[in-house]
């Protein structure tokens, strides 16, 4: 099973909000990630996660809160987020943050904030 | 902090003809790993061909081979026969090999491949 799922696929919500996205995976990966994607751009990193611990924050505003409940799972809690924060959210995982480990990527979550 | 540069914003190339996709980067390491993703429209990203930088033979997988130039820092991605299947935004990424950093994304260069 080489697959990263995140749902939900898509969410609306209002600036008032609170909300959550949840990513998953069943490989045995020790290093998970979020990243925030606009269209047509590159993703950028938010979070790391290392064997369930928070290794890199880039500066992300605290209306963005990732959790890792265990070594599968990857949650991102959403709060009173802005406009500017609709984008595709994607969630990654792999074997190891260091080495040249393949990061597999979900699909994402489309977020539109309104 | 490494920037990786893909200077062709849009590519087209004819099913079954040959195509190169450009990726330039700027380091002062010397051990570092490359990376050319694919992310076909609204549909997951994945992996094409991975390069570590001291490896002096070129990656291949199937259609894709890449050209690398350590000195020049340079990685373009050469794909032959192309297929329908291969039209997708592709990002070349650079991974330091010390920091445990995530990938450090080029702006993509969008492939359109035409029957």
């Known amino acids: 099973d080489t697959e990263v799922t995140q749902t939900p696929k898509h969410l609306v919500m209002g600036m008032t909000n609170k909300k959550s996205l949840k990513c998953e995976q069943h490989?045995?990966?020790?290093?998970m990630y979020w990243y925030k994607q606009k269209a047509k751009k590159p993703p950028e990193l938010m979070f790391v996660?290392?064997?369930?611990?928070?290794?890199i924050n880039e500066s992300v505003p605290s209306r963005f809160s990732p959790e890792c409940p265990n070594s599968s799972l990857l949650n991102l809690h959403l709060h009173a987020l802005q406009p500017e924060d609709s984008a595709l959210y994607l969630c990654?995982?792999?074997?190891?943050?260091?080495?040249?480990?393949?990061?597999?990527f979900g699909p994402g979550t489309r977020l539109t904030v309104t | 902090a490494q920037t990786v540069t893909q200077s062709q914003p849009e590519m087209s190339v004819q099913e079954a003809e040959t195509v190169t996709l450009s990726c330039t980067y700027d380091?002062?390491?010397?051990?570092?790993?490359l990376f050319w993703y694919k992310q076909p429209p609204s549909r997951q990203m994945i992996l094409v061909i991975r390069?570590?930088?001291?490896?002096?033979q070129n990656a291949t997988e199937n259609r894709f081979s890449v050209n690398f130039q350590k000195a020049a820092k340079s990685f373009s991605l050469k794909i032959s026969d192309s297929q329908l299947g291969d039209a997708a935004m592709y990002f070349c990424?650079?991974?330091?090999?010390?920091?445990?950093?995530?990938?450090?994304f080029g702006k993509g260069t969008s492939l359109l491949v035409t029957p």
């Open positions: 996660y290392s064997y369930e611990k928070l290794s």
């Open positions: 990424a650079y991974r330091s090999s010390n920091s445990g950093y995530a990938l450090n």
């Open positions: 490989m045995g990966h020790r290093a």
């Open positions: 990654a995982s792999s074997q190891d943050r260091y080495g040249a480990y393949e990061q597999y």
């Open positions: 380091t002062s390491e010397s051990d570092y790993y």
């Open positions: 390069q570590e930088a001291y490896k002096q």
